[in-house]
Protein backbone atom coordinates (compact mmCIF):
# COMPACT_ATOMS: atom_id res chain seq x y z
CA UNK A 1 0.00 0.00 0.00
CA UNK A 2 1.18 3.53 0.09
CA UNK A 3 2.58 5.48 2.73
CA UNK A 4 -0.85 5.72 4.63
CA UNK A 5 0.11 9.21 6.50
CA UNK A 6 -0.32 10.99 2.77
CA UNK A 7 -4.15 9.66 3.43
CA UNK A 8 -5.19 11.57 6.48
CA UNK A 9 -6.13 14.69 8.01
CA UNK A 10 -5.78 15.48 11.19
CA UNK A 11 -8.69 17.73 13.36
CA UNK A 12 -7.89 20.81 15.18
CA UNK A 13 -9.63 23.82 16.39
CA UNK A 14 -10.06 26.62 13.85
CA UNK A 15 -8.45 29.55 15.11
CA UNK A 16 -9.59 32.05 13.41
CA UNK A 17 -10.02 35.15 15.34
CA UNK A 18 -12.42 38.33 15.54
CA UNK A 19 -10.70 41.34 17.89
CA UNK A 20 -8.25 38.76 19.62
CA UNK A 21 -10.80 36.70 20.26
CA UNK A 22 -11.35 32.87 18.69
CA UNK A 23 -14.19 33.13 16.40
CA UNK A 24 -15.62 29.78 17.11
CA UNK A 25 -15.92 28.79 20.59
CA UNK A 26 -14.86 25.82 22.58
CA UNK A 27 -16.86 23.74 25.16
CA UNK A 28 -15.93 22.30 29.06
CA UNK A 29 -18.10 19.79 30.93
CA UNK A 30 -20.97 20.77 32.07
CA UNK A 31 -21.19 19.28 35.62
CA UNK A 32 -18.89 16.42 37.12
CA UNK A 33 -20.70 13.97 36.28
CA UNK A 34 -20.23 14.84 32.51
CA UNK A 35 -16.54 15.29 33.03
CA UNK A 36 -16.25 11.81 34.07
CA UNK A 37 -18.12 10.20 31.33
CA UNK A 38 -15.36 11.99 28.85
CA UNK A 39 -12.72 10.35 29.52
CA UNK A 40 -14.41 6.45 30.06
CA UNK A 41 -12.97 4.15 27.41
CA UNK A 42 -16.23 2.18 27.58
CA UNK A 43 -19.87 2.73 26.08
CA UNK A 44 -21.73 5.81 27.67
CA UNK A 45 -25.39 5.18 28.75
CA UNK A 46 -27.90 7.09 26.70
CA UNK A 47 -30.02 7.04 29.21
CA UNK A 48 -29.72 11.09 29.33
CA UNK A 49 -27.38 13.39 27.36
CA UNK A 50 -24.32 14.64 28.10
CA UNK A 51 -24.22 18.14 29.20
CA UNK A 52 -21.56 20.76 27.95
CA UNK A 53 -20.81 24.57 29.25
CA UNK A 54 -19.83 27.17 26.00
CA UNK A 55 -16.18 27.95 26.99
CA UNK A 56 -16.54 31.77 28.47
CA UNK A 57 -12.75 32.07 27.98
CA UNK A 58 -13.14 32.62 23.79
CA UNK A 59 -16.28 34.77 23.85
CA UNK A 60 -15.93 37.95 22.79
CA UNK A 61 -17.55 39.15 25.68
CA UNK A 62 -16.44 43.20 25.47
CA UNK A 63 -18.98 42.98 22.28
CA UNK A 64 -21.18 40.87 24.36
CA UNK A 65 -21.20 38.23 21.16
CA UNK A 66 -20.74 34.06 22.05
CA UNK A 67 -18.36 32.50 19.90
CA UNK A 68 -19.72 30.81 16.87
CA UNK A 69 -21.30 27.40 17.12
CA UNK A 70 -19.94 25.60 14.07
CA UNK A 71 -20.39 22.04 12.76
CA UNK A 72 -17.31 21.12 14.75
CA UNK A 73 -16.20 22.06 18.48
CA UNK A 74 -13.05 21.41 19.22
CA UNK A 75 -11.53 21.67 22.77
CA UNK A 76 -8.48 20.11 22.93
CA UNK A 77 -8.53 16.22 21.88
CA UNK A 78 -12.66 16.37 22.66
CA UNK A 79 -14.81 16.98 19.91
CA UNK A 80 -19.05 17.83 19.27
CA UNK A 81 -20.64 17.39 16.07
CA UNK A 82 -23.80 18.87 14.88
CA UNK A 83 -26.28 16.48 13.27
CA UNK A 84 -25.49 17.05 10.10
CA UNK A 85 -21.91 15.93 10.81
CA UNK A 86 -23.31 12.92 12.21
CA UNK A 87 -25.24 11.67 9.69
CA UNK A 88 -21.93 11.85 7.43
CA UNK A 89 -19.95 10.11 10.19
CA UNK A 90 -22.33 7.14 10.96
CA UNK A 91 -22.26 6.00 7.07
CA UNK A 92 -18.77 5.04 7.92
CA UNK A 93 -20.39 2.33 9.90
CA UNK A 94 -18.06 3.16 13.07
CA UNK A 95 -16.37 1.45 15.47
CA UNK A 96 -14.26 2.36 18.45
CA UNK A 97 -16.18 5.13 18.59
CA UNK A 98 -19.97 6.42 19.21
CA UNK A 99 -21.67 9.50 18.82
CA UNK A 100 -23.31 10.64 22.31
CA UNK A 101 -26.72 12.76 22.49
CA UNK A 102 -25.89 15.56 24.05
CA UNK A 103 -26.57 19.49 24.68
CA UNK A 104 -24.52 22.60 24.61
CA UNK A 105 -25.57 25.26 27.64
CA UNK A 106 -24.95 28.95 26.29
CA UNK A 107 -24.03 32.03 28.34
CA UNK A 108 -27.71 33.09 28.08
CA UNK A 109 -28.59 29.46 29.23
CA UNK A 110 -29.91 28.28 26.32
CA UNK A 111 -29.33 24.87 24.84
CA UNK A 112 -28.52 23.76 21.58
CA UNK A 113 -29.26 20.51 19.97
CA UNK A 114 -29.31 18.34 18.34
CA UNK A 115 -25.62 17.81 19.34
CA UNK A 116 -23.42 15.21 19.37
CA UNK A 117 -20.17 14.25 21.84
CA UNK A 118 -17.26 11.94 19.34
CA UNK A 119 -16.39 9.26 21.84
CA UNK A 120 -13.84 7.24 21.65
CA UNK A 121 -14.02 4.00 23.35
CA UNK A 122 -11.04 2.61 21.85
CA UNK A 123 -7.47 4.01 19.95
CA UNK A 124 -5.52 3.02 17.40
CA UNK A 125 -1.33 3.03 18.06
CA UNK A 126 -0.83 2.96 14.07
CA UNK A 127 2.03 5.74 13.84
CA UNK A 128 5.89 4.66 12.45
CA UNK A 129 8.62 4.45 15.79
CA UNK A 130 11.27 4.75 13.44
CA UNK A 131 9.92 7.27 10.81
CA UNK A 132 8.38 9.46 13.48
CA UNK A 133 10.06 12.83 14.53
CA UNK A 134 10.17 12.88 18.40
CA UNK A 135 9.84 16.21 20.00
CA UNK A 136 11.12 14.75 23.36
CA UNK A 137 12.97 11.87 23.73
CA UNK A 138 10.64 8.73 23.96
CA UNK A 139 11.83 5.56 26.02
CA UNK A 140 8.78 2.86 25.63
CA UNK A 141 9.62 0.82 28.40
CA UNK A 142 8.68 3.92 30.69
CA UNK A 143 6.74 5.93 28.44
CA UNK A 144 2.76 5.48 27.95
CA UNK A 145 2.79 8.62 24.82
CA UNK A 146 5.51 10.03 22.95
CA UNK A 147 5.96 14.01 22.10
CA UNK A 148 5.96 14.20 18.16
CA UNK A 149 7.19 16.67 16.29
CA UNK A 150 6.59 14.90 13.00
CA UNK A 151 3.88 12.09 12.69
CA UNK A 152 4.00 9.20 10.14
CA UNK A 153 1.88 6.43 9.81
CA UNK A 154 3.18 2.36 9.95
CA UNK A 155 1.83 1.28 6.63
CA UNK A 156 2.00 -2.77 8.27
CA UNK A 157 0.10 -1.65 11.30
CA UNK A 158 -3.03 0.45 9.46
CA UNK A 159 -3.01 -2.80 6.54
CA UNK A 160 -3.95 -4.75 9.45
CA UNK A 161 -7.28 -2.80 10.50
CA UNK A 162 -10.33 -3.73 8.42
CA UNK A 163 -10.97 0.16 6.06
CA UNK A 164 -14.38 0.83 7.94
CA UNK A 165 -12.18 0.89 11.26
CA UNK A 166 -10.10 3.41 9.59
CA UNK A 167 -11.82 6.15 8.14
CA UNK A 168 -11.72 8.15 11.44
CA UNK A 169 -9.75 6.55 14.40
CA UNK A 170 -8.13 8.54 17.51
CA UNK A 171 -4.45 7.66 17.08
CA UNK A 172 -3.31 6.11 20.91
CA UNK A 173 0.13 5.98 22.02
CA UNK A 174 0.76 10.00 20.81
CA UNK A 175 0.42 12.92 23.45
CA UNK A 176 -3.00 14.70 23.43
CA UNK A 177 -4.34 11.49 21.53
CA UNK A 178 -4.91 13.46 17.89
CA UNK A 179 -8.10 12.58 15.76
CA UNK A 180 -7.33 11.48 12.72
CA UNK A 181 -9.79 11.51 9.48
CA UNK A 182 -9.60 9.41 5.75
CA UNK A 183 -9.58 11.75 2.74
CA UNK A 184 -12.68 9.61 1.94
CA UNK A 185 -14.09 11.29 4.65
CA UNK A 186 -13.03 14.61 4.40
CA UNK A 187 -14.49 14.55 1.02
CA UNK A 188 -18.05 13.25 2.05
CA UNK A 189 -18.17 15.85 4.95
CA UNK A 190 -16.81 18.87 2.37
CA UNK A 191 -19.54 17.66 -0.24
CA UNK A 192 -22.40 17.96 3.05
CA UNK A 193 -20.98 21.66 3.58
CA UNK A 194 -19.86 20.08 7.18
CA UNK A 195 -16.36 21.25 8.01
CA UNK A 196 -17.16 24.69 9.70
CA UNK A 197 -15.46 25.03 12.87
CA UNK A 198 -12.31 22.49 12.43
CA UNK A 199 -9.50 22.83 10.51
CA UNK A 200 -8.12 19.40 8.89
CA UNK A 201 -4.42 19.65 8.04
CA UNK A 202 -3.08 16.92 5.97
CA UNK A 203 -1.16 14.84 8.34
CA UNK A 204 2.13 14.86 6.43
CA UNK A 205 2.25 18.12 6.55
CA UNK A 206 1.18 18.65 10.23
CA UNK A 207 4.15 19.65 12.96
CA UNK A 208 2.27 19.42 15.91
CA UNK A 209 5.46 20.44 18.35
CA UNK A 210 4.37 19.67 21.81
CA UNK A 211 1.23 20.24 21.08
CA UNK A 212 -2.30 19.55 19.04
CA UNK A 213 -4.04 22.58 19.81
Avoid at 88 to 95: D, G, K
Avoid at 192 to 213: C, I, V, W
Wanted: hydrophobic share 40%; glycine share 6%; charged share 30%.
Amino acid sequence: MNDPTDDYFIVTRDRQAVDGKPRFAGFVAGNDWTADRMYEREAVSRARPMVFDVDERDLRLQDDVPGEIGHWIVSGGDILVSNVVAEVLVQTRPAGWELVPSVLRTIYDTYIEPIFYLHFITGLDLWDRDRSEFAVPFDPEFDFSAELSRIVLDPERVRDILPQDRQMFLLDGVGNNPVLLHRDLIERLSAANAMLGARFFPLAEYRPGNSFE
